[in-house]
């Protein structure tokens, strides 16, 4: 069964840093492409980052150069690190692979 758990969101001021994790289990993180997607209140699913097996890193224009997608493979754990963190980066971020999503973890930028 495949199974998603992100963890490491909270409440940080604008230009402050988070690093977030998904811990993967049900199959093996280091076959497989993912990605981390986001969703403001409001507002739609965003994609924001997507790693290949080949660790091939992609990122959305939004977020390129301060956002840095990787892996740990023992762990079968998945890292997103934020920094220089705006307003607009306020979301719940998710991690993704293939069809499923975990439950997400709430990131709030805010003075």
Same mark, same amino acid.
């Given at each position: 069964?495949?199974q ?11 230009g402050?840093?988070l ?14 492409? /993912? ?10 699913l965003?994609?924001v980052?997507?790693?290949t ?7 959305a224009d ?7 997608i ?21 979301? /719940?971020?998710y991690c993704?692979?293939?069809g ?12």
């Open positions: 069964e495949v998603l758990v992100e963890s490491g969101g909270g409440l940080v001021q604008p402050g840093s690093r977030l994790s998904c811990a993967a289990s049900g199959f093996p993180l280091s076959l497989n492409d /993912m990605s981390w997607v986001r969703q403001a209140p409001g507002k739609g965003e994609w980052s997507s790693i097996y080949g660790d091939r890193a992609t990122y939004s977020v390129k150069g301060r956002f840095t990787s892996r740990d493979n023992a762990h079968n754990t998945l890292y997103l690190q934020l920094n220089s963190l705006k307003t607009e980066d306020t979301a /719940m971020y993704k692979f293939a499923w999503r975990g439950q997400g973890t709430q990131v709030t930028v805010s003075s």
